[in-house]
């Protein structure tokens, strides 16, 4: 089993966590959503797995390439 | 008293079918703002503006009036530029610093002025007007109504409404022409996360910036200058309160300031000429050719790169910030789910501002 982590792309702040520590995703689901510069943009799971952490709640601002969750595959 | 001298003091005796003609245009603009959401902070207060300017006998426009001596505001050349201020503090560099190129599509947006430009005079209008109608594309309000207040203030309405009209439509204009000029595979680029750009560069900036331009186009000084004072009130990060008071308090003063002089040019007997209707048509086919022009460079640079650009960046050189890098970015997503065009496209889109600015001043010098 290897371990995937996603990163939120740029600085923003978290609309909206969709997953569960957990919960089986597929590649493309959308785990969360955020926004920036007051655009709502969605969040995708990069690969199929399994989510093994979340690091970011709604709410909370988060910068450019940090890690929000993580997927074991 | 008998009843017709209570109604001669009234001014309904005086309204002229011009003056209805204002009022609907001044309730559509409400419309527009209210129902529709359509720039509401500019088309709210001009739509209000323009149904006062209307009024007969309403001395709101007369040498004392209100909204006459809120258009000298605007006839001095302290409004426009006080907006870029406010602008300056809120806009983040950072993207075209780490990214420079970009700055190349600023400037390639801005195609559709001198298309514009030159289409305005083959159709009759004056160079002066000419240049005041391809200024509309350069999707930038306070430069539109600063060149043409400068050069041909009689279309001041018409520039001004029409720039402000298709800011609102960004999110309708750019997508065709993005699917018309870039193939699937060219939207689905995907670009490498900007590099971090430290606070020294960020402090640099404002000033060799107004240093290179201001002395280069002496004539896009109050612009420029007071952009990149803006600027230095953000990132010198030592006046916060005064960037703060930019960004919010002042941006809000001469938001309303700005909004409600315009409507000095938006009389009856200024506004209604024929040539309303081209100055609304030349303004959009301007704003298109900006479009087109931002992303046609794009792609002749990417003749040349090793690392492509997604040409739809080019598209957000459209000044209209951050519209026009918003829209790019759902257009983005639409090609490829993972795809993060928005900090990328910020960079043409703060550099379409200084490059509309700088069109500005070139058109002020030579015409």
């Known amino acids: ?73 | 008293m008998d009843f017709s001298e209570v109604l001669k003091s009234t001014a309904f005796a005086e309204i002229s079918l011009g003056n209805i003609f204002m009022f609907a245009i001044g309730f559509i603009l409400l419309y527009l703002a209210i129902k529709k959401k359509y720039e509401p902070y500019l088309l709210l207060p001009i739509g209000f503006g323009t149904i006062l300017a209307n009024m007969p006998l309403g001395d709101i426009i007369t040498d004392t009036g209100l909204i006459r001596i809120f258009y000298y505001g605007i006839q001095y050349e302290v409004i426009p530029p006080l907006v870029f201020l406010c602008v300056g503090a809120m806009t983040d560099f950072g993207p075209m610093i780490a990214n420079p190129k970009t700055l190349l599509l600023g400037a390639g947006a801005q195609f559709g002025v001198y298309i514009a430009f030159f289409l305005s005079h083959a159709f009759g209008f004056s160079l002066a007007e000419a240049c005041s109608i391809g200024i509309i594309g350069g999707a930038d309000g306070p430069t539109t109504i600063f060149l043409t207040n400068a050069k041909a203030p009689h279309i001041l309405g018409a520039t001004a409404v029409s720039a402000y009209s298709y800011m609102a439509l960004v999110p309708v204009i750019i997508p065709p022409v993005i699917k018309l000029l870039t193939s699937k595979e060219e939207r689905m680029i995907v670009m490498k996360q900007l590099r971090p750009v430290s606070k020294l560069e960020k402090i640099v900036f404002p000033l060799v910036a107004t240093m290179l331009i201001c002395l280069l186009i002496p004539k896009a000084t109050p612009l420029v200058g007071m952009l990149m004072f803006g600027n230095l009130l953000r990132e010198a990060g030592v006046v916060d309160r005064l960037a703060k008071g930019a960004q919010e308090e002042l941006m809000n003063i001469v938001t309303l300031l700005l909004g409600l002089a315009i409507c000095f040019k938006l009389r009856a007997e200024d506004f209604l000429q024929v040539k309303v209707i081209l100055i609304f048509g030349l303004g959009l086919l301007s704003f298109i050719f900006s479009v087109a022009g931002g992303i046609m460079l794009a792609k002749l640079m990417n003749l040349f790169l090793k690392e492509k650009i997604n040409p739809m960046i080019g598209a957000a050189g459209l000044s209209a910030v951050p519209m026009s890098a918003r829209v790019v970015q759902i257009e983005g997503q639409k090609a490829n789910p993972r795809n993060f065009l928005l900090m990328h496209a910020m960079g043409p889109n703060v550099a379409g501002t200084i490059g509309t600015a700088i069109a500005a001043g070139l058109f002020l010098i030579t015409v």
Not at chain 1, 12 to 32: A, C, F, R, Y
Request: hydrophobic share 50%; no cysteine; aromatic share 2%.
């Open chain 1, 1 to 73: 089993m290897a371990l995937e982590q996603v990163l939120l792309p740029m600085v923003g702040k978290i609309l909206k966590v969709n997953i569960n520590v957990g919960d089986s995703v597929n590649e493309d689901d959308t785990i969360m959503t955020f926004e920036s510069m007051k655009l709502e943009m969605p969040l995708m799971a990069n690969i199929k797995g399994v989510v093994k952490e979340i690091k970011v709640q709604a709410g909370q601002t988060v910068e450019a390439d940090q890690v929000v969750a993580v997927i074991e595959y």
